[in-house]
């Protein structure tokens, strides 16, 4: 069945987009004369192009997983994950914009690590310039940036081919190439957050960093494929996906936000139980400047899928899944503005209307991506050796 975008979704889209100028306008109107005015526009830049971009890969892990695992019933719901993978092209677009502007400013004084003022009379970050130099780090981004653009394309291309040829040759084919992208972003998925995210509060480190980010990557992917999926599902174009299917993707969304939780515990607890001062100072930071939204972002990811989502009837209805969902998507936006803007702006961070209208810019501009990702393919698999697998899936 081919999809079309419904005018409703079409207006809704626009009208996300719309606002969201509005909102960027009336906040750049207020605070373009502040003095971290730049700093701030910087920051939402990058929030919001990570944060997007992220459920985009998010997505690509869980399509590889799937590959790498054989899973049968996710079968059904194949062309939806890749949907959502398709926005990676649209946000590598997005995160090369925002981090070579952040280059050629010298870092805008959210990676004061590119400032060569700031390093000279700092011997914390020169003992770190080593890795943290503009080259080195644009390597690397460019290496990221460029293996998931191509696991991405060779998924996609062997997806369609499968569509016309059937048999097992490409799907064995992905089999090998999901498991290699697994090793692939188990490395870079840390390594990277380490780069964009981390190197922001430059004299901190954590090891458990970098699985933080990964959790909550892949928490806000599966968010948004069980949101997608009720979506379609409800207008008819998803007859093969079953309450079951619904299930599953209720259970993994239930699933990663717990991991989600217990990693930002272990974090907090480790660095909490040792009291050194150069670690207590990244939470020091955030919990007197931040706290209500810093703890509540753990409490709703934590409570709330414990308490909504932890029956089989709640991972089965479309309303629970929809509340919750939206709900804890909206913390692990939260997560990020705070990774970003507590380490670069400190005290003086606030979420105003550039914050909300750029989310909801980038919001409108991310769901159309997918929508229209939705109308190149059929719905459902065609040769998918597991198709009839998926089909008869019951938990």
């Given at each position: 069945m081919?999809?079309?975008?419904a005018n409703k979704?079409k ?6 987009m ?7 306008g009336f906040?750049?109107?207020l605070?373009?004369k502040d003095?971290n ?6 920051a939402?830049?990058?929030i919001?192009s ?5 459920i985009?890969?998010g997505?690509?892990?869980f399509?590889?997983l799937?590959?790498?695992t054989e899973?049968?019933?996710?079968a059904?719901?194949?062309k939806v994950v890749?949907a ?6 649209y ?8 981090l070579?502007?952040?280059t ?5 004084h959210i ?12 011997e914390i ?9 503009k080259?080195?780090f644009?390597?690397r981004?460019?290496?990221?940036l460029?293996v ?7 998924f996609?291309?062997?997806?369609l081919?499968?569509d016309?040829?059937g048999g ?9 190439k999901?498991a290699?992208?697994l090793?692939y972003?188990?490395v ?6 380490w780069d964009w ?13 970098g699985?933080?980010?990964f959790?909550?990557?892949w928490?806000?992917s599966m ?10 599902k409800k207008?008819g ?9 619904i299930?599953?993707l209720?259970?993994?969304t239930?699933?990663t936000?717990f991991l ?7 974090q907090y607890m ?5 009291n050194?001062?150069e670690?207590?100072?990244y939470y020091?930071?955030r919990?007197e400047?931040f706290?209500?939204l810093?703890?509540?972002?753990f ?11 932890m ?8 309303g629970?899944l929809?509340i ?10 939260v997560?990020?503005y ?7 702006m ?8 550039m914050?909300i209208g750029m ?16 109308t ?5 698999p065609?040769?998918?050796?597991f198709?009839d ?7």
């Open positions: 081919e999809f079309k975008i979704a207006r809704l889209t626009l009208i996300l719309i606002m969201g100028v509005i909102f960027t906040g750049i109107a605070t373009w003095h005015f730049g700093q701030r526009f910087m939402n830049g990058l919001n990570f944060f997007f971009f992220s985009g890969m997505a690509l892990f399509l590889a799937a590959y790498a899973t049968g019933w996710y059904a719901i194949k890749e959502v993978t398709g926005f990676i092209p946000g590598i677009g997005f995160m090369v914009l925002i070579l502007a952040l050629l400013t010298d870092g805008g990676y004061t690590w590119m400032d060569p003022e700031v390093v000279a009379n700092d970050i020169k003992a770190k310039s080593f890795y943290l130099n080259g080195f644009w390597i981004t460019i290496v990221y460029g998931y653009y191509m696991f991405w394309k060779g996609k291309k062997r997806s081919e499968e016309r040829i097992t040759e490409i799907h064995f084919k992905n089999y090998k999901g290699l992208f090793v972003f188990s870079f998925s840390s390594t990277s957050s995210l981390m190197s922001i509060d430059v004299h901190w480190f954590s090891t458990l960093f699985w933080y980010t959790s909550g990557i928490c806000s968010v948004v494929l069980v949101i997608l999926t009720l979506y379609l207008l174009y998803l007859p093969k996906v079953n309450d079951s299917h299930h599953d209720g259970k993994w239930f699933a936000s989600w939780s217990y990693l930002w515990f272990s480790l660095i909490w139980y040792a050194i001062g670690e207590v100072v020091m930071m919990i400047n706290k209500v810093y703890f509540g972002m409490v709703v990811n934590f409570v709330f899928p414990m308490l909504l989502l029956s089989r009837e709640a991972k089965r209805h479309s629970i929809t919750v969902g939206l709900i804890i998507l909206s913390s692990h936006w997560d990020v705070i990774m970003i803007s507590a380490g670069s400190g005290a003086t961070a606030s979420i105003g209307f914050e989310a909801i810019l980038m919001a409108g501009i991310f769901i159309r991506v997918i929508l229209y990702n939705l190149k393919a059929p719905l459902s065609v040769n998918h050796p198709l697998e998926s089909i008869h899936h019951e938990i």
